[in-house]
């Protein structure tokens, strides 16, 4: 699966902001899709994902305020940030696997390149 991820910019505290990852090679709709992002400096973090049943799942920080969903007939996943914070500040990237452990536990088998969302305050 090739993922190309998109939608991110500098925006400032409060703003919504919104990611698009476009996957290409397989069939989407087999596979658990998600999003994890690393600030400067920091680990890795789980944000949020989706399974092929539309069930989601959020990181603590981020749930009431990230919104994940799938559209199989674009083959896309997006990410919908509101009030965002400078904390969100990282390089954001789309992962998919046929297992949603895997992206929880930030070893997807397929990862895209990442994309840079800068908060201002």
């Known amino acids: 699966v090739q993922l190309q991820a998109s939608g991110g910019g500098l925006v400032q505290a409060g703003a919504s902001l919104r990611l698009s990852c476009v996957a290409s090679?397989?069939?989407?709709?087999?596979?658990?899709m998600g999003w994890f992002r690393q600030a400067p400096e920091k680990e890795r973090e789980f944000v949020a994902s989706i399974t092929r049943l539309t069930s989601t799942y959020y990181e603590d920080s981020v749930k009431g305020r990230f919104t994940i969903s799938r559209d199989n007939a674009k083959n896309t996943v997006y990410l919908q940030m509101n009030s965002v914070k400078p904390e969100d500040t990282a390089v954001y990237y789309c992962?998919?696997?046929?297992?949603?452990?895997?992206?929880?536990?930030?070893?997807?088998?397929?990862r895209g390149q990442g994309t840079l969302v800068t908060v201002s305050s």
């Open positions: 090679g397989r069939t989407f709709s087999d596979y658990v």
């Open positions: 992962a998919a696997d046929r297992r949603l452990h895997s992206i929880v536990e930030l070893s997807p088998e397929y």
